[in-house]
């Protein structure tokens, strides 16, 4: 298969100048907005740690959503290809993140909770199974310098109608 080379943009605006623009390390509000072309806007700022606004979202949770995303389409994928009937997922991924003396820093390990409700319960083993197959596949996930652990959970409801 041939390789294929993909491009995304974004805008991320700053909206944060109170007045003085960047003259004190307070005198500046962290937020901004995240655009792309006809989508909504998304309100970021940065984390409250750092002086953001809580009520936004930061690049880190957004870092978060962009891992557990990716293995989420990657894992409905895999489950329509393989006839197993998904209901219903939610994941509440969680992340560590270490800071330095210097303020430079780095995520330490992610971890994701998938919790997929299926409508046969024959296809359990699958089902989790495909979990490490999204894994391999999940172009976030594949860009990332530290673990990227799976605690994925699977439910049976069988008799679902569709």
């Not at 940065?46 to 870092?63: H, M, T």
């Not at 290809?81 to 939610?90: D, L, N, P, Q, R």
């Amino acid at each position: 298969m041939a390789h294929h080379e993909h491009h995304y943009q974004v805008t991320i605006t700053w909206t944060g100048n109170l007045g003085k623009g960047t003259a004190g390390y307070t005198a500046y509000s962290r937020d901004h907005t995240i655009h792309a072309a006809d989508k909504p806007v998304i309100p970021g700022s940065s984390d409250p740690a750092f002086r953001g606004d809580a009520k936004r979202y930061n690049p880190e949770e957004l870092f978060l959503a962009s891992l557990s995303n990716c293995h989420m389409l990657w894992y409905l994928h895999l489950c329509a290809e393989a006839g197993i009937e998904v209901t219903a997922y939610t994941d509440a991924a969680r992340g560590q993140m270490q800071t330095d003396p210097d303020g430079s820093g780095r995520f330490t390990g992610v971890t994701l909770y998938p919790v997929v409700t299926i409508t046969n319960g024959a296809q359990s083993a699958l089902a989790l199974e495909l979990h490490q197959r999204a894994h391999r596949f999940c172009f976030i996930a594949n860009s990332v310098n530290f673990p990227v652990a799976h605690q994925p959970e699977i439910i049976i409801k069988e008799g679902v109608v569709s």
